[in-house]
């Protein structure tokens, strides 16, 4: 059972950056697609960037050019670099992970929380 521990989040302001940590308590290189998704108040959970195992990368529109995702095999960790946050990132942001390519994600983690407000 993989378990993933995010860390990084907090209050920043507009225009500021945060790097999000998703630690893995085993091995992601099996791993297919390792995900970052959030949630704002009163909407629903979207993804916002994914990597593949072989280091391919997809990002939301919304956070497209500002956003960038990264993983280190070695070290059982994926990244989430944010900058130029605006107050409308502002969310709760979830790592998961899923073995396949397709279908839902297994594994997620418990969530660190980024508020981009002045």
């Known amino acids: 059972q993989l378990q993933l521990v995010e860390s990084g989040g907090g209050l920043v302001q507009p225009g500021g950056s945060l790097r999000l940590s998703c630690a893995a308590s085993?091995?992601?290189?099996?791993?297919?697609?390792m995900g970052w998704y959030r949630q704002a108040p009163g909407k629903e959970r979207e993804l916002v960037a994914r990597i593949t195992r072989d280091g391919s990368t997809w990002y939301a529109d919304s956070v497209k050019g500002r956003f960038t995702i990264s993983r280190d095999n070695a070290k059982n960790t994926v990244y989430l670099q944010l900058n130029s946050l605006k107050p409308e990132d502002t969310a709760v942001y979830y790592c998961?992970?899923?073995?396949?390519?397709?279908?839902?994600?297994?594994?997620w983690g418990q969530g660190t929380r980024v508020t981009a407000s002045s």
């Open positions: 998961s992970a899923r073995k396949g390519s397709t279908g839902p994600y297994e594994y």
């Open positions: 085993g091995s992601i290189f099996s791993i297919n697609h």
